[in-house]
């Protein structure tokens, strides 16, 4: 137990000194190493000032541009190095390729070049951004790792569309759909289909300047945007089928044993080729005719077979209607059935076309004579002119035209038409040459006229319809005032009408629901239109007529030379009568509904006009000779239409 506590207390003595020699040793490396570290410290400050001071005005290393490495080079050193390297890259040829074709130009052609300013700039900002901290990170990084500065490219924009430009003629083509052509031979042959190209001009620059700033191999794929045909080739070969169907044989159009032919040639100016979807996304061609064209045609065969219906007329005497001219049927050809029925047909073998042919019934027949009897019970109206004195030929036709009139039946509703009624007022349809007045750059002048004097019965039937208080849609006045159409009591000053087919015309409208009969009568002096039927109830108010303007005539007689009569022939054809401006005011009132008309003619001052003849008269014995017409009085003037009035009043009540 003894030798136990010696060795234990031995222990401890030596441990003791063990520590405190560990101490000291501790503080000795602890010193050191921290002299160490100072030192250390103090030779990378060195060493970092060292390299800021030695790049103070170059590029640091690690930087590279355009495959050239910077690192230590001051600003004109890199610029000098990249302006050699641009230089060279600029002359370099691109290949620009697209489909199979290829065209080489430079960078420099295409007015491409780099910004060598930017570049080396961009170059030497690296590493100098920010804090101290942070450019010392940053140039560690690049010293470290290495950064490549991205190309800046600078692009002509005129040079670049001018090539653009030139590339695109040779590469664009436009998008063509097959079509079918009918020849002037009449062969159909196919016009091919091409798919459309159009050089995308954004697109192909953008992949041009992409690979020149990435110093790539300066091969680019054009960028081409492609339209391929709706219409293919083959898609167009039915069509091309039924077109030459259309055209094997003329079509003919049918109607009661009568044909009209529409000819090869005449089918193809018709033919028309419409591009429809075909319900899967694509487009087909539909042969047809052009309905405009076939409607034409069809028009022109129509005018052979359409007729108005006719009217039955009627002579009014002692309450009985007795029929003057039986009513006809009416027939129209239906134009729009007859172009389907065309375009229907045109592709098939049977290749003739019954026409569609409506039947028009008249309004008035003569089976209507026994229930109107009891309509025209009453008589509405009646007026009288005098044509006394007329020369023969206008007396003839005045009782011409007024028996052509004779019998007219004017149903609910319908617009009578003067013109329409008469029929041709010409010399073939019965009527002489009489005197009329036309308009010549601006004068009045009296000349032959086909059916002078019908304008007096339009005259005498417009004053009748007046008074009755009917709706007036269309009338004319003359161009100078004609006295005997103002006689009392229904003449007034400025109530005429003139006529002169086909453009000025008389009309009124029978706004009463019974029809209306019109009676006519002549007996060598007057000319008379009374008007039968259920007399309206209405009143009819008229004012004495407004005179204006007045402009006094000539009071000079005028010779005018007729080359077509003979020597000592004369007629006084116009009598000098103050021109003025007439207002005549009309009211009807039915009830509560007031219609006022407001009828306004101008007259222009007429002259003292006798036409003598200037035509040599051969010599004959005595005793063959006749007596010549000599002149006559102004009362016998040949006072006729005129083929030209003005103002019309038209569609006024």
């Known amino acids: 137990m003894g030798e136990l506590k010696q060795v234990s207390a031995f222990r401890r003595r030596f441990t003791g000194r063990d520590v405190a020699l560990e101490s000291g040793l501790r503080k000795e490396i602890l010193f050191i190493a921290g002299l160490a570290a100072g030192v250390a410290f103090l030779l990378v400050i060195a060493a970092v000032l060292m390299y800021q001071f030695v790049y103070a005005d170059r590029v640091y290393l690690g930087v590279t541009a355009m495959g050239v490495d910077l690192g230590g080079d001051t600003k004109a050193e890199a610029q000098a190095r990249l302006m050699a390297q641009a230089t060279r890259y600029a002359g370099t040829p691109m290949s620009l390729q697209y489909g199979g074709k290829e065209w080489k130009a430079t960078p420099a052609e295409l007015g491409l070049r780099f910004d060598v300013d930017k570049i080396v700039n961009e170059a030497y900002e690296l590493g100098r951004k920010g804090g101290l901290s942070d450019r010392m990170g940053a140039q560690l990084v690049i010293w470290r790792a290495g950064v490549e500065v991205q190309p800046f490219a600078i692009w002509d924009q005129g040079q670049r569309g001018s090539f653009l430009s030139r590339l695109a003629r040779q590469i664009d083509q436009p998008t063509l759909d097959a079509r079918v052509i ?74 009661d044993d009568r044909n009209w032919p529409i000819e090869r040639k005449e089918i193809q100016a018709m033919i028309t080729f419409a591009q429809q979807d075909d319900g899967f996304g694509k487009a087909k061609l539909v042969p047809s005719l052009d309905d405009e064209k076939l409607k034409a045609f069809i028009n022109k065969v129509a005018v052979e077979i359409d007729r108005k219906p006719m009217n039955a007329r009627f002579d009014y005497s002692r309450a009985k209607l007795t029929v003057i001219r039986d009513s006809e049927d009416g027939l129209k050809v239906d134009v729009g059935a007859a172009v389907e029925a065309v375009k229907s047909q045109v592709a098939t073998d049977q290749r003739t076309v019954t026409l569609p042919v409506d039947t028009i019934k008249p309004s008035v027949s003569a089976e209507d004579a026994g229930t ?98 009917y709706q007036i849609e269309e009338r004319y006045w003359h161009l100078y005032w004609i006295p005997r159409y103002g006689v009392p009591p229904k003449g007034l000053t400025g109530l005429d009408s003139t006529v002169d087919a086909p453009y000025v015309d008389l009309k009124f409208k029978n706004n009463t629901s019974s029809p209306i009969l019109i009676q006519t009568r002549t007996d060598g002096k007057n000319v008379t239109f009374s008007l039968y039927g259920q007399k309206p109830t209405w009143i009819v108010k008229v004012d004495p007529p407004f005179i204006e303007d007045e ?29 003025f401006k007439s207002t005549i005011v009309r009211t009807v009132t039915d009830g509560s509904d007031v219609r006022t008309l407001r009828l306004i003619s101008v007259f222009r001052p007429s002259r003292n006009v006798i036409r003598v003849g200037t035509k040599p008269v051969p010599v004959r014995p005595a005793s063959q000779q006749s007596g010549q017409q000599s002149g006559q009085q102004p009362s016998q003037q040949g006072q006729q239409q005129q083929s030209q009035a003005v103002q019309p009043t038209t569609g006024q009540r």
């Open 551 to 579: 402009v006094k005539a000539s009071t000079e007689t005028v010779k005018e030379e007729d080359p077509t009569q003979p020597v000592g022939w004369s007629l006084w054809v116009e009598e000098a009568h103050d021109g």
């Open 372 to 469: 109107l009897a009891a309509v025209f019970k009453d008589k509405i109206e009646e007026a009288t002119t005098s044509y006394a004195g007329s020369i023969p030929e206008r007396l003839h036709n005045v009782e011409l035209a007024a028996k052509r009139l004779h019998g007219v039946v004017v149903s609910p509703g319908e617009i009578f038409s003067f013109n329409e009624e008469l029929g041709s007022a010409t010399i073939e349809a019965g009527f002489r040459t009489a005197w009329g007045i036309i308009l010549r750059e601006g004068n009045m002048q009296t000349v032959p006229s086909e059916a002078g004097g019908i304008c007096q019965v339009s005259t005498t039937l417009f004053q009748a319809i007046f008074w009755a208080g």
């Open 182 to 255: 009918v020849q002037p031979d009449l062969q159909v042959r196919i016009s091919p289909s091409q798919a459309g190209r159009k050089l995308n001009d954004t697109a192909t620059a953008n992949a041009i300047e992409q690979a020149f700033v990435a110093i790539s191999a300066l091969s680019v794929n054009l960028v081409v945007d492609e339209t391929r045909p709706k219409i293919v080739d083959a898609s167009a070969q039915e069509p091309k089928a039924t077109a030459e169907k259309m055209l094997a044989a003329p079509l003919v159009l049918s109607y």
